[in-house]
């Protein structure tokens, strides 16, 4: 039990370090503006450049860790955010945050990638369902505190939240050498080569099944990401917050995401998968329609405004590990892979609302609100057509 206990968190922790690496360091925006000389714009790109990078590079974790085990795809993608951490921290200009920030997209996913697909080799069925809901769980606190640590960092210096992130790398690289097991056998190990990568991802997203299920996942997320990207935006400028004060958005929002992952953890063999997708889509489309309204009105006050984000997450939280674990399943020798080709779809639509989406709609909290609602109806329009959201009734999951 004590072991069981230690791998979920351990395995939660891994998969932290991408919103740690994204949400720590956004309330310094303003401080790195004024010291490296930047607008927010190209501040803005340092997000950019890390999430694209971050979504490139997942299509290869994955590969990597089914070729060379995966405990040794961790530590060496750790290794290497450490020394990009520490070259942010250094950072003396704009144009060498970029660069580093695009090193620390290339080797955070190792963690978050290898443990999805680790879940699933530890764990099966509703089993395998509810551990998903716990490390998503644990996970979905990260974005809370991350820019409450990040406030507080900053009456440091904003180098002190670069060094953090270093210092998560190194304790959690620790604790997954010594805690977790090699989940990939040297007689299940696949060869790495380039033909190899893409003759399996031509399989995997060949899959109808799985490329509905991902999209839907990432659209799903987007929703809610979206407001994380744009929040240096639309909590200092449009809800007149302080730097110091974004837990005002991030503690009730993960909150909401925490419950519904505790939802979905005591739903997992009670109800079927469709009921499940029901219900959450119906909550989640109800509360984007509530921040609509909410985004039109004439004054905003920051509680009101955040409030129906925080209650989307309920949905999101409630529907994710099914719709996850259902993708791995449609590619059980090659699982590593697949969990790459889930994390890149996600991170592919999270690049492209930072590059392109958020700074089109966030010069009005309802250009946002439409954003949401454009993600959620390209999910639900995906979801529809997968054979989990078909499935009969008394299926169990």
Sequence with gaps: MRHSFLLVYVLA???????????????????????????????????????LPYALMTLFHGAISDAVGRITTIRWGLAVFVLASIGCMLAPNVETLWAMRVLQGLSAGAGNVVARA?????????????????VQMLFGIAPAIAPIIGGWLLGIHWQAIFGFLALYALIIGWAASRYLPETMPIEKRTPLSLGNVCRNYQAIFGHREFS?????IGANFSAFFLYVLASPVFLIQHLGLSSQQFAWMFMPTVAGMVLGSWLAKRAAGRYNGRQILRFAYAWM??????????????????????????LFNVGLAFAMPILSISALDCHPKIRGTAASGQAFVQMLLS??????????????????????????????????????????????L
Excluded at 118 to 132: I, K, S, T
Excluded at 212 to 216: C, D, G, N, P
Excluded at 285 to 310: D, Q
Excluded at 383 to 394: A, E, G, H, I, S
Aim: proline residues 8%.
């Design 13 to 51: 922790g891994l998969t932290a370090l991408a919103p740690f690496t994204i949400d720590t360091y956004l309330p310094a925006f303003p401080l790195l503006e004024r010291d490296l000389g930047a607008t927010t714009v190209e501040i803005q790109h340092s997000l950019t450049l890390y999430l």
């Design 118 to 134: 680790m879940v699933r080799d530890l764990f099966q069925g509703v089993e395998a369902q509810r551990v998903m809901a716990t």
């Design 351 to 396: 690049t492209i609302s930072a590059g392109l989406i958020a700074p089109l709609v966030w010069y009005h909290p309802a250009g946002l609100a439409w954003a949401m609602l454009g993600y959620l109806l390209l999910g639900w329009l995906v979801v529809q057509r997968t054979r989990l959201f078909m499935q009969k009734p008394d299926s169990p």
């Design 212 to 216: 509905l299920l991902v999209t839907a």
């Design 285 to 310: 489309a109800l509360m984007a329609a509530f921040n609509l309204v909410i985004s039109l009105l004439p004054l905003m006050h920051p509680a009101l405004s955040i409030l129906p984000i925080a």
